[in-house]
């Protein structure tokens, strides 16, 4: 082989590993960042508040629809009749508790839910399991309740704590409540909890929060605040609301819009995310294109020069019954050849330079189990060797066409 | 049958009338001196090169109106060319430049290299058959183009100066390898020559002379 087909090689390797390499990176960020947001179960259930901007309208205006905009218990039951919709619960939250743990205080925050609903919610128990809808004081626990979060200056810092929530399944644990009362004194109330299981992690509120029964969240947010929740008036601030499967999550979304509520779900950072990292892995293709495009020259000129060479070559093999199509193939091939083994070869450095980059960016980053940046799809693979290949036939037609074309005699006589 | 060539602006009259037959199995000697045009004439006869005006009927096939690649097609299954400078490709074997003209007939690989073979054991170099052109002699080199001109098994070999660049003893070697050819196979052989000794072989001397044919002798 020729040093310059060598080199025309090269060129093709940089750009399929290039582009190979590029797209891997959107791959993987994608891979990673949905792999953790999906995983967790929650693309099924939406998060629905008060619509913020509307409430402002409603008190100063007060058109028909105001009732319609308070997320009360009439709101909960239309929720409900949506198609798609499997659970909806209000969500009152109670923040400021403190639980004791083998003599360590652990903050709480409590996050109370409709237990009549609770079985068809998707939540997931690792161990233990849900209350029943009459358990007025078992919980479960958040995966993460025990891990505190410690501000020290700029930076944040978990803790995990030496206790495993689950170490405390079948346990009574009393949670303290402070409020000041109207004199300003300090008072203090204690709730027995009993613990009967520990949630799947989420990547929600759940995570952090211990889940409890909605009545007994309402009772202690009332002594806390002193006064009662005025739910028909006010509505509750957030409501969970569990659909059948991912694929309605965009229809009930739509629907419960419509009602005038602020919609939140994973479904929708994934579609938001979808979008960047296409954008991303267009624009680092791009960068790959270029690269591909420099070596497509290559190619060109690699073939034109070398039928130069073989001019008299060529001319031999039409005086001896070469059809033009022949000549014209056998050029084709050979371009095609090149981009070939040039993707095969830019395939093998793409996939050791992928392990590679993940391999360095464990080491920066750190994390159990490896840290996925760069991603090769066999798709990927596949479309790498099927472009490079492409690469090289069409880089090949121009030069192929001009060699078939040259007179055999003027050809022969060429030195 | 006429030859222009455009020189410039200006058309030069290379072949001025060749009016000339040919039957199956003869031995053509074609003569003159340098510049007569029978190169020209022997390219338009194999198609290498269209005539300005004229015919050319090989058998039934109309040389003068194929195009490009009904030629290459037609020089694959009737001809053969032999030329003064040997003309092989200098990075093949001397099996593999005999085979070449076969590849493009479509011949299965291992028929190919048989043929090739026994093609250059006609012309006595079957023990060559692996080396390069650069590593034979004038004489050795010739005999492989004879032998890929022949393994198509043509009915006509067109032969440029075939034994120009040989010495007088290889000359007569090859002369006498392509008479035998002629008489044990019947095929058609028209060779430019200028040795007059080449012509006692021959059944048909021509001999030519400012794009004319001036004498056409039959022995
Ligand atoms: N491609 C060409 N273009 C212009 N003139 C040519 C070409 N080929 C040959 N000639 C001219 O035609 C004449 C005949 O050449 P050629 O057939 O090679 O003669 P011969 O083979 O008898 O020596 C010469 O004068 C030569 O210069
Ligand atoms: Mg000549």
Redesign the pocket.
Known sequence: MKFRTILTIIGVVIGTSSIIVMVSIGNGAQKSITDELSGIGSVTTLQVYQDLSSMGMTSMGGGKTDDKTILNDDAIKDLKKIDGVVAVTPVVNLNGGEIEVDREQYGVSLMGVDYAVLEDMRYVTTSGKKPGANDENSVILGKDVLTSITYTGASTQLTESEVNPEDLIGQNITMTIKRTNANGEEEMKTQKLKVTGVLEATGGNEDYSIIANYNLVTELNEWQTGRKANVKKQGYTQALVTVEDSSVVNAVTTEVEAMQFTVFSMQQILDSMGSVFQMLQILLGGIGGVALLVACIGIVNTMTMSIYERTKEIGIMKVIGASISDIRNMFIAESTMIGLIGGLVGIVISLVLSVLINLIAGFFIGGEGGVTISFITPGLVIFALVFSALVGLLSGVRPAIKAANLSSLDAIRSE | MYKD?K?GKED?N?LKGINLDIEQGEMVALL?P????????LNVLGGLVPPTSGDIMIRDYRISEMTENELCLFRREHLGFIFQSYNLISTMTAMENVALALTFAGVKKEIRRERAIEALEVVGLVDRMGHKPSELSGGQQQRVSIARALVNHPEIILADEPTGNLDSKTSADIMEMIYRLNREENQTFVI?THDPDTTKYCTKVIHMRDGLIESEVNQ
Do not use: M
Not at chain 2, 34 to 41: A, H, I, R
């Open positions: 060539f020189l030069i290379i003159g340098s510049g007569s045009g029978k190169s020209t004439f430019v």
